[in-house]
């Protein structure tokens, strides 16, 4: 992707609509993706939150957000979402409110809410074309209530309702809900993932997205320190280390199309990213695991190839064929 405006990191505001103050857990992914997601938006925003770890961050009376706050529960944020577009573009019509005057809707949830209870109503929402962003920021699990499983929870990751036992004994059986791929054959005008680890991916995606009108998502990889068991501090090393060994694909699709932001010249082995998670510790002691580990490197190696074969086998740019991955 080649950067218009987030060419170093530099460029990114020094303005701090997300200020100290907040509740949540120390080295919290979500917190740092938002704040960069936040500062590449602007204040002039309505976040609409669906019940969840976020929903700690504004606890009335007191806010660290510079931004209008609207708490719903899990199943409604994007129905909640339509209202408020709904109001605002009512009150630019009548005059008043000034255009420059506007806000970005923006829902903001996590990965239950995302996959599971939410996703009625953020189908909806789509299929009519709101105005609107959608923020998902992926701790894979239902952090806010313990780290339950949720269908965002990849393979052999040990949570609380699946814990490693004689009839789980990788931990979580089941493959990791591809929610890119939900939205992206819908063809909103944009879909994308990021991570607090790339600042200037990040912010340089808002910025893109901010062109176009309709639904736009962003899926931001969550390291979560007490469910992933893992230190405070190591939220960022973590996120670095999920893009480098292919397990978080950075990547947009702008109605549909699919390309890649920023893929690791080299990749390393996905062991360096789970061995210092606790929740993986299973697969390294105290036996290791072979057969589980090389399942999710197969899973990661599996995806890039089919991202290679798609390179090469792509139709010229003028052909009018849609190039999918």
Request: proline share 7%; aromatic share 10%.
């Amino acid at each position: 992707m080649k950067r218009e405006r987030y060419k170093s990191l530099r460029t990114i505001s020094r303005q701090e609509p997300l200020g100290p103050g907040g509740a949540l857990c120390a080295g919290c992914g979500a917190v740092l993706a938002l704040r960069l997601f936040h500062k590449a938006l602007g204040e002039n925003v309505i976040f609409v939150n669906a019940a969840g770890c976020l929903t700690l961050l504004a606890t009335y009376p007191f806010t660290p957000l510079r931004s209008s706050w609207i708490y719903t529960a899990m199943g409604c944020a994007p129905a909640a979402a339509q209202g408020v577009r709904d109001a605002l573009d009512i009150l630019k019509d009548k005059g008043k409110l000034p255009p420059t005057d506007d806000r970005k809707v923006v829902v903001l949830t996590g990965d239950g809410a995302a996959h599971d209870i939410g996703l009625q109503a953020t189908m909806a929402a789509i299929y009519r074309g709101l105005d609107f962003y959608y923020f998902c920021y992926d701790n894979e699990s239902y952090g806010n209530t313990g780290y339950q499983t949720s269908a965002s929870t990849p393979f052999a990751s040990r949570t609380a309702t699946c814990p490693v036992a004689v009839l789980s004994p990788h931990g979580n059986p089941r493959r990791k809900q591809d929610l890119f791929e939900i939205w992206r054959v819908q063809k909103p005008p944009y879909v994308a993932t990021v991570s607090a680890a790339y600042p200037l991916d990040l912010s340089e995606k808002v910025y893109r997205a901010g062109k176009l009108s309709g639904p736009k998502l962003f899926i931001a990889l969550a390291p979560c320190p007490p469910g992933w068991e893992m230190e405070t501090e190591e939220s960022i090393e973590t996120g670095r280390l999920a893009v480098e060994t292919g397990v978080w694909p950075l990547k947009e699709a702008i109605h549909g199309k699919v390309s890649h932001t920023q893929v690791p010249r080299k990749f390393k082995k996905v062991e360096e990213y789970l061995t210092h998670q606790g929740r993986f510790r299973h697969l390294f002691a105290p036996k290791r695991d072979e057969e589980a580990i090389a399942a999710i490197q197969a899973d990661i190696d599996r995806y890039w190839k089919e991202v290679r074969d798609a390179e090469i086998n792509a139709p010229p740019a003028d052909s009018g064929a849609t190039h999918l991955i």
